[in-house]
């Protein structure tokens, strides 16, 4: 796995079951990863965690789940206040460009080393966000909405910009899967109650799911994966 806070929340935050726990914890998942609250997609490959991954998971491996995008779409929020749409082609045309860069590269790194067949990447969309849900540690950081408006978004905007760029991004990976053969896509929106917002209830803060949000969260991915994984859900 490489991963994001939906697998590695930051130091700082209160315990909470992530994504990854979900999965090794009750789904009968083993997983090398190299997740981090934070990371971007655009940071990962720049790096060569792809590669890290493959080496370290050793010759029995044959699936890369990735939890990323997030923050490459969340970064410089101002840009989407001056130039919304152009903003939002730009970031998922880079994003889409890296991930198959790293899909094609990790591939043939895998077939270099242990030779066997390519190996399976699956990726998640994230699920719809609650711009209105205040930040977990209060002073420490802004809630998304906050965010937003002090970066120059119209108070009006900010939940048609989140649910916009939250759909195009699920979009943009579901039309991946038709390009690469190895690439599967999960949809996880309305697993915490939206759109337009997931429900408060199950919500750490804005972006994150709270403990009993990452668990339907992990019910859901496992259920989409099983078929692909082999792993009973």
Not at 154 to 172: D, Q, R
Request: glycine share 10%.
């Amino acid at each position: 796995m490489i991963g994001d806070s939906w697998t590695d929340l930051l130091l700082g935050f209160p315990a909470i079951d992530t994504l990854r726990i979900q999965l090794e914890n009750n789904h009968g998942y083993q997983i090398t990863g190299a997740t981090l609250g934070g990371q971007t997609l655009k940071a990962a490959f720049s790096q060569g965690l792809h590669y890290q991954v493959i080496d370290q998971a050793g010759a029995d491996v044959n699936t890369i789940l990735l939890s990323l995008g997030g923050n490459d779409l969340q970064a410089n929020l101002s840009e989407y206040a001056n130039n919304f749409e152009a903003t939002k082609s730009t970031r998922l045309r880079e994003i889409k460009n890296d991930l198959k860069v790293m899909i094609q590269s990790g591939n043939a790194f895998k077939l270099s080393k242990y030779g066997g067949a390519p190996l399976k990447w699956i990726i998640h969309g994230y699920d719809y966000s609650n711009p209105y849900k205040s930040a977990v540690i209060p002073g420490a950081d802004e809630g998304c909405r906050t965010k937003f408006i002090s970066a120059g978004v119209s108070s009006e905007n900010v939940e048609t910009y989140s649910v916009s760029i939250l759909n195009a991004y699920n979009e943009m990976l579901r039309g991946i899967t038709s390009e690469e053969p190895t690439f599967y896509y999960t949809d996880l929106r309305r697993s915490l109650g939206g759109p337009p917002i997931a429900k408060s209830e199950l919500m750490l803060d804005c972006i994150h799911p709270n403990n009993l949000g990452f668990e339907i969260i992990g019910n859901n991915f496992s259920k989409l994966i099983s078929p692909i994984t082999g792993v009973n859900p």
